[in-house]
Every structure is written in C-alpha cells, then in structure tokens.
T-cell receptor, first 115, second 108 residues
Framework: SQTIHQWPATLVQPVGSPLSLECTVEGTSNPNLYWYRQAAGRGLQLLFYSVGIGQISSEVPQNLSASRPQDRQFILSSKKLLLSDSGFYLC??????????????FGSGTQLSVL | GQQVMQIPQYQHVQEGEDFTTYCNSSTTLSNIQWYKQRPGGHPVFLIQLVKSGEVKKQKRLTFQFGEAKKNSSLHITATQTTDVGTYFCAGQGGKLIFGQGTELSVKP
C-alpha cells in the first residue's frame, strides 16, 4: 500500500534562518506531488505541485521554493524565513495522470513556527 | 479566478443533532471532493462526486452534487463526538480549489 512520510512534525526556526522540509512517498511510482500551507488551522493554500522529476509549478509568489530531486521525493525550502512563513505545511500526493480528477493523500504535516 | 466558498465557518451541535455544510463554486466543476481533518491531524479524503445531481452515502454521511455542478453539500445525520473536525470541500475546475472548511464541534 502507498504511504507518505513528512518530517519533521514540528519545527521552530528564527527569522532569517533557512528551511528544508522533506516528503517521500512509498508504494507508488510517478506520483503527482504537492505542497500546501494551512494558516491558522483553516483553509488550504496550494504552494507548489509537481508532475515529474525536476518539474515544479509555483502557485503563489513567495519566499519559498520546491524541488523534486527524485521521483518520490519532494522538498520545500527557503533561504531566509519570514514571520509570515509560519503555518502548517502539508505534503500530498495523487496518482499520476489524474490531474483534473485527482484525489489527494496528505502527509501528517509540519507545524512551522518562525520566531 | 475560480473560487470555492464554504459555509458555515463553524458549527456547534449537540450530540445527536444533524449537521450540514455547503460548498459553492464560482465556476462549473468537473468534480468535487470532500475531506475531513481531525483536530491536530491532516486532511483525509472522504469522497469524490462527478455526476450532475449525484448523491452518495457513507453511513451517516450524505454527499450531494448540484445539478449545475457548481454546489455541493455534506449532511451528517445524528452527529457523534467522533464526527468532530473540519470538513473541507475541494472543487475541481481545472485546478483543485479547497473551500475554507467548516469546523464541527459536538457537545456530548
């Protein structure tokens, strides 16, 4: 069966420090991968999605970047964190080829606090 | 651009009462999905509706997709404390856009 791993679960970082969140999917090949942010425990904002290695689409301009160095690995990064980057970050995957009708399977999330 | 609005934002019910959350899209959707997020957890896929006027049931949960494929609802009959959480709709019209969610609390 497919599983998605996301770490760390919680992270406290000072303003101006770098960020690296990692997500890996097991049990499937060529998944679509996504990074979402959930501010204040509410709505989900799509940050990035990827349909393949090295293929990244950014949904909103921001202080963050994403990379997909391997088929089942998705990384969210920042060179210098801002206070506004605080939030709950969720990685998700869907079956490849279903863009337009994808069902998302989310990781357990990372609660990021920037102080 | 495409927008998905969900109401109400919060709903507090007594255990045993019914609960409904509504989702409206600014554009016609190809499908709509519903997710549940327990407190402190991550969203979990519940169901996908594709056809105009479609109705699906999962035990005490009833999901409807409007005839015009622009709105949807989730109805829970006789709520239980295990139903607590935030329910999100997500409309697909090209992109998958999430509603803001309805947070359900159930008083025993």
């Amino acid at each position: 069966s497919q599983t998605i791993h996301q770490w760390p679960a919680t992270l406290v970082q000072p303003v101006g420090s770098p960020l690296s969140l990692e997500c890996t999917v097991e049990g499937t090949s060529n998944p679509n991968l996504y990074w979402y942010r959930q501010a204040a425990g509410r709505g989900l904002q799509l940050l990035f999605y990827s349909v393949g290695i090295g293929q990244i689409s950014s949904e909103v301009p921001q202080n963050l970047s994403a990379s997909r160095p391997q088929d089942r690995q998705f990384i969210l990064s920042s060179k210098k964190l801002l206070l506004s980057d605080s939030g709950f970050y969720l990685c998700a995957w869907s079956v490849r080829g279903t863009r337009g009708a994808e069902k998302l399977f989310f990781g357990s999330g990372t609660q990021l606090s920037v102080l | 651009g495409q927008q998905v609005m969900q109401i109400p934002q919060y709903q507090h019910v007594q255990e045993g009462e019914d609960f409904t959350t509504y989702c409206n899209s600014s554009t016609t959707l190809s499908n709509i999905q519903w997710y549940k997020q327990r407190p402190g957890g991550h969203p979990v896929f519940l169901i996908q509706l594709v056809k105009s006027g479609e109705v699906k049931k999962q035990k005490r949960l009833t999901f409807q997709f409007g005839e015009a494929k622009k709105n949807s609802s989730l109805h829970i009959t006789a709520t239980q404390t295990t139903d607590v959480g935030t329910y999100f709709c997500a409309g697909q019209g090209g992109k998958l856009i999430f509603g803001q969610g309805t947070e359900l609390s159930v008083k025993p």
